[in-house]
């Protein structure tokens, strides 16, 4: 009786498990170009290249997903637009002698993609993600730190941008 019980349920489970799809939604078919100009900063950090350093991985990123094809402005059936707002660097970690271990480098990033075939906003919405850092360490570390929170926005942003149809 326990076998045909515990066959049955395997049925199931395996039948079940057949009736969802993993695609999910994905990119309009009349879309298949996207224009990413490069971002603002209206951050204030002073972070030299910032803005170049976030708008050359995202195109990347774009092209590593290969959902859409990158290509400039004046060609593109969509376009991807972005400034960064904020990017404070403040202490995570303090050891009992209040010296600071540890810091935490958290960016966020304001995004508005366009369907300009259809001529409507997608979405516009901001996007916080962070890295953090040894503190005390030399400007590598640091920007290793930077360099994480960029990778999670970009994530973030390919996601919103190709998944959330």
Request: glycine share 6%; net charge negative.
């Amino acid at each position: 009786m326990k076998a045909i019980l515990h066959t049955g349920l395997c049925i199931i489970i395996f039948w079940l498990g057949g009736c969802y799809s993993f695609t999910g939604s994905s990119v309009p078919p009349h879309l298949k170009t996207i224009a990413i100009p490069l971002f603002d900063d209206q951050s204030g950090s002073g972070e030299p290249n910032l803005r170049e350093n976030l708008t050359n991985k995202l195109i990347d990123r774009f092209r590593q997903d290969n959902s859409l094809q990158i290509v400039d402005r004046s060609h593109s059936d969509s376009i991807l637009e972005g400034t960064i707002l904020s990017m404070p660097d403040e202490p995570q970690v303090v050891a009992t002698n209040e010296a600071v271990t540890k810091r935490k480098v958290t960016l966020t990033v304001k995004v508005s993609y366009q369907d300009m075939v259809l001529k409507k906003k997608v979405y516009e919405k901001e996007f916080t993600e962070w890295g953090d850092y040894v503190a005390g360490g030399d400007i590598t570390q640091r920007q290793a730190g930077i360099d994480a929170a960029i990778n999670k926005i970009i994530d973030d942003v390919l996601l919103a941008t190709v998944a959330n149809w």
